[in-house]
């Protein structure tokens, strides 16, 4: 079975840390550029990062730059974020997703898993 598992997630506090994973199972990651976008509660879906299939290119929304960072392990078949001075606002369910493109627009994903919550509060 062809899909991608989230894990991860859970409740830090403001300022803290969190990295998050992507496994792939029933195909090989290494030949899909990866990424990750978010959704809070009533709000639009959110880009978050992308990286290539090399993992020498990354992508980052404006919002999570220079806090976030985004690996891969393609001997692994996972990918990682790493989110590091986490802010309330950084609370949403986080999904693995393949990158169609690098715009990190909303509809840059396809072929997402069934995500990781991720809530900042004190």
């Known amino acids: 079975q062809v899909q991608l598992v989230e894990s991860g997630g859970g409740l830090v506090q403001p300022g803290g840390s969190l990295r998050i994973s992507c496994a792939a199972s029933g195909f090989t990651l290494n030949y899909y550029a990866i990424g990750w976008f978010r959704q809070a509660p009533g709000k639009e879906r959110e880009g978050v990062s992308c990286i290539s299939t090399s993992g020498g290119h990354t992508y980052y929304a404006d919002s999570v730059k220079g806090r976030f960072t985004i690996s891969r392990d393609n001997a692994k078949n996972t990918v990682y974020l790493q989110m590091n001075s986490l802010k309330p606002e950084d609370t949403a369910v986080y999904y693995c997703?393949?990158?169609?493109?690098?715009?990190?627009?909303?509809?840059?994903?396809?072929?997402w898993g069934q995500g990781t919550q991720v809530t900042v509060s004190s």
């Open positions: 997703a393949h990158c169609i493109n690098y715009g990190l627009g909303r509809y840059d994903y396809d072929y």
